[in-house]
């Protein structure tokens, strides 16, 4: 053992540029294989760090239309308090609501993440305390207990860790609580409406921010409100599910039936598993990757097969004398095996340092897109998967090795003294190296084309619309501020006057942004055909259209006395006008949002917009727009080289009232990139796994090639001394191995017509006619690099006198 581990190193010292790279292309493709497959691992297998994490739900409350199409899933506040109090069902239930308020008290007003809770959400996910205690029944539902927690992350930057906050007082939006509790600095918050969400402050349900003229209504919906709870071990979802939702669809006709609008809808609670809701569509883009991935590796294997193959042919003599020397196959297969351990072991330990440079990279490039990011790390698995790959790997290469030994002949060889013998690899094998790798590079390259051509597509449509010098502002109202909400108007109309005064602006519209809307749809009906409609809704005011350069293609836009007198009128946009008439003319219909309420009341479309192009979304909503001003959010448009600062606007609103304050201020610009930040990474990543592709393939084609072309150097060197054009040796080098090439290429066709489906809906709305050419171009490109991938090795015998290729000579 001692002596063949000696000799495995001597070789590997000896045969530097061999081992190199072999360890240089195993380390980089092991790197990626474990960065892969430890994000799988903790996004798909690992549990959720939070007790009985298999049990908890989600439940959505499911608005189903008289026609049987989903309206919207969001909970009314009375349905969510009655199913809280009269379940009946769970083990456990919480309620939160999420929030974003001022601290009052702190320096810079910031505005952090709130999360209203009832005291059930501290147990059922384990919040662990770094001092003080969570909420208890003296929280509960009703109870009015001012009370709060805050995080470690609150405690440090914005009290400085100090040791007495316990019992010190907080003000959040104007409202006074006191400390009660700080979490650990390693409690993972679940995420559950947005990736990578966070809070910083947790305060009693009951002073959650539904106002109290919404709280009554059963029909309205809250985006913000949330229930969660832990299933029963003995009942599964879906029964569950069943039993709730005929319980709250009960209780809801009960509050509508004389709503003459929701005749024919019904209720249905849909039930998910945390994992799920958290995890969103992550598991379909992880499982992409290690099929990508999964390719790579299989092209790397493929090349290193090559480079071992040849280094074996190159010592068919010290293999000849063991085999004399009564060496058995088995003893070639440890000798190779120890050999290759040396290598993988070496590129594992380099791949295992990579990844976690990867791994830590993710972990803070990648919070807003990758679900539990916070854990990536190398991990136990990490090892394990390190572990192994590299045996597999190893004994693959090592059998490989051994397998393509004529062991009798390697003992005829020593006895002719080497003349005319040589280790060779058989037709069928190296032309299965070709169809193979060829197979996935093709599959590899046109799915990773298509991708990159969706978030491109989509990356460009969002910079079609000119969002420069435009800033989204939105203010903070304190609780008694915003109590009087048309006063609270009246107020902001007058701030939004005064923002239109500073020197740095050019114009203000009373509207949110375009890019960060939240918008739900409206149950609308077309007044002739009585025709329901559900287009997302918002509500603008009459600089809206002109600020974002939204062309108006029928009619008109709106007027300020349309804005302030809320006529009854409505702009939609063109993908809408389609729905409501083929030719898209729309103009004059009429809308309705209740057809009870009377034709005075109903809405009459004076324009169609054209649809604007939203980062982040794969294709255009249909919208419609009333001439009402936004509450609390502005778009305001900055003059050229002017910037507005968030002081500057801060002391403007503290003027005007100290209950107002920046909430946020972000360039419309910044919010696109923000919006397009999943494309930017998709974009790269696909570059990436195409440049690799395209490398690893060029690799292992030169290598399989030049085997070939070596075999047939005596050949060759007779057709040369015969007169034969290079071409001509061309053609017979390509037609000789183009049988493999196009082997491969019906194999991926094959592939790829198995995964059409899944492939359709990434394509999206790309034309078939233009997937058809990206095929085309692939194929080609492939074609291209075998071709080259012959004439290259050619070329170098092509240089040699011809006499040397009769005689067989290597140099």
């Not at 009985?52 to 989903?70: F, H, P």
């Not at 009798?408 to 280790?423: M, N």
């Not at 190296?430 to 193979?436: I, K, P, R, S, T």
């Not at 492939?759 to 194929?779: D, E, K, R, S, V």
Request: net charge positive; proline share 3%.
């Amino acid at each position: 053992m001692s002596y063949n581990l000696k000799s495995a190193v001597a070789n590997l010292i000896n045969h530097r540029v061999y081992s190199l790279s072999v360890i240089t292309t195993l380390s980089v493709v092991l790197a990626a294989l474990i960065t892969v497959l430890t994000l799988a691992y903790i996004m798909l297998l690992k549990p959720l760090p939070y007790p009985d994490q298999a049990r908890l739900v989600k439940a959505e409350y499911a608005q189903i239309d008289q026609t049987g199409t989903l309206n919207t899933r969001a909970f009314n506040y009375p349905a969510l308090i009655d199913l809280y109090k009269n379940h009946n069902l769970f083990e456990q239930v919480a309620l939160v609501y999420y929030g974003e308020q001022r601290l009052d008290d702190v320096a810079g007003l910031p505005i952090v993440n709130t999360s209203f809770v009832t005291p059930q959400w501290f147990d059922m996910f384990a919040i662990k305390l770094h001092l003080g205690r969570g909420f208890t029944q003296t929280e509960a539902l009703d109870s009015f207990n001012p009370v709060a927690v805050i995080s470690y992350q609150t405690w440090q930057n914005d009290f400085a860790g100090k040791d007495n906050i316990i019992g010190q007082t907080l003000s959040v939006g104007a409202q006074q609580f006191k400390i009660i509790g700080v979490a650990a600095a390693d409690f993972k918050s679940p995420a559950l409406i947005k990736t990578g969400q966070t809070t910083a402050v947790w305060l009693p349900w009951d002073y959650n921010l539904t106002s109290a003229e919404a709280k009554p209504f059963w029909w309205n919906r809250y985006s913000r409100s949330h229930f969660v709870a832990k299933l029963p071990s003995n009942i599964s979802l879906e029964q569950a599910s069943k039993t709730l939702s005929q319980y709250v669809d009960n209780v809801w006709q009960q509050h509508i039936d004389t709503e003459a609008f929701f005749a024919g809808w019904y209720i249905e609670l849909e039930l998910n598993t945390l994992q799920t809701v958290i995890l969103k569509e992550t598991p379909q883009n992880i499982y992409w990757l290690i099929l990508a991935v999964a390719g790579l590796v299989i092209i790397a294997c493929v090349n290193i097969s090559n480079v071992f193959i040849v280094r074996t042919a190159a010592r068919k003599h010290t293999l000849a004398l063991s085999a004399a020397l009564g060496a058995t196959r088995l003893t070639l297969f440890k000798q190779f095996w120890l050999e290759v351990a040396l290598l993988i072991a070496l590129a594992s330990s380099i791949g295992l340092a990579l990844a976690a440079a990867f791994l830590a990279t993710l972990s803070d490039f990648a919070m807003a897109i990758l679900p539990r990011a916070n854990e990536l790390s190398i991990n136990a698995v990490s090892f394990l998967i390190t572990l192994f790959s590299g045996l597999i790997l190893t004994t693959l290469f090592a059998f490989l090795c051994t397998r393509i030994i004529n062991y009798q002949q390697l003992i005829g060889g020593l006895k002719s003294a080497g003349k005319g013998t040589a280790v060779q690899v058989g037709k069928r094998v190296w032309q299965g190296l070709v169809a193979f790798q060829v197979a996935v590079a093709c599959t590899l390259l046109f799915i990773n084309f298509l991708v990159f051509n969706v978030n491109k597509t989509n990356i460009d449509d969002a910079f079609t619309v000119p969002l420069d010098q435009l800033i989204s502002l939105e203010v903070n109202l304190a609780s008694h501020v915003a109590a009087d909400r048309e006063q609270a108007n009246q107020l902001l109309n007058q701030v939004a006057n005064e923002i239109a005064l500073l020197p740095e602006v050019r114009q203000v519209s009373r509207s949110s942004s375009p890019i960060n809307d939240n918008l739900i749809t409206w149950s609308l009906v077309e007044v002739v055909s009585n025709q329901s409609v559900l287009p997302y809704g918002k509500s603008v005011d009459a600089q809206y259209f002109s600020l974002l350069k939204q062309p108006v293609l029928q009619g008109r836009g709106f007027t300020n006395e349309d804005t302030k007198s809320n006529t009854k009128v409505i702009i939609i946009n063109d993908v809408f006008a389609k729905q409501l008439s083929p030719d898209g003319n729309a103009l004059g219909k009429r809308l309705s949002f209740d057809m009870t309420s009377g034709r005075e009341n109903d809405l009459t479309i004076i324009g169609i917009v054209k649809a604007m192009p939203i980062p982040g979304q794969s294709k255009a909503q249909p919208k419609a727009f009333l001439a009402r001003k936004g509450y609390r959010s502005f778009i305001v448009a900055l003059k050229q080289g002017q910037q507005l600062t968030k002081n500057t606007l801060n002391t403007l609103l503290q003027n005007s009232n100290s209950g107002l304050s920046v909430h946020q201020l972000e360039p419309l610009n910044a919010q696109r990139d923000t919006a397009l930040f999943r494309h930017y990474v998709v974009s790269a990543t696909t570059l990436m796994i195409i440049a690799a592709t395209i490398a690893l393939t060029s690799i292992g084609l030169i290598g399989i090639m030049r085997y070939s072309v070596l075999l047939r150097r005596a050949e060759i060197g007779i057709h040369l001394c015969i007169g034969a054009k290079p071409l001509a040796l061309f053609l017979l080098v390509f037609k000789q191995n183009g049988s493999a090439i196009i082997a491969g290429i019906i194999l991926s066709i094959t592939l790829l017509l198995t995964l059409q489906q899944p492939l359709q809906f990434i394509a999206g709305g790309i034309p078939q006619i233009i997937q058809f050419g990206m095929l085309f171009m692939t194929l080609l490109f492939v074609i291209s690099l075998g071709a080259l991938a012959c004439y290259l090795p050619l070329n170098a015998q092509l240089k040699r006198p011809a006499i040397y290729g009769v005689q067989g000579r290597a140099e």
